[in-house]
């Protein structure tokens, strides 16, 4: 399983490494990304899940997950087929929430989290 990353500080990312330690999920291949832009020249149709943060420099996550989703139509994928996408960041109030999932977030969890919020977000995206 391959995991794309995208969060432009890396104690997240090695934070999120951290939290799949020990989980079903440990032997997945992380591919970090410090940037929506760098995110986007890494992703690809070979990833499983996407997770990013909200607030980067550049490109937000918002922005990030909609060009996905975008680039995905254009492969031909139909909604049951698009790669889950889960937003891991600061911003918990229920209009950011609304505005993520209208962008094709398919999880969110807010920052400070713990590894089983992680592994039960996955295992939902995953499991369908």
Sequence with gaps: MKILV???AIVARKMIKRHLTGSTYEDAILIEAIS???GLELFDESINVVMSDWNMPGL???DFAREIRN???TWGRSESELIPVIMITTEGTAQKVN???DAGVNEYIVKPFSAAQLVDALNNVLEG
């Design 6 to 8: 995208v969060d432009d």
């Design 36 to 38: 929506a832009e760098n």
């Design 60 to 62: 937000n996550g918002l």
């Design 71 to 73: 680039r995905e139509r």
């Design 99 to 101: 505005l993520a999932k």
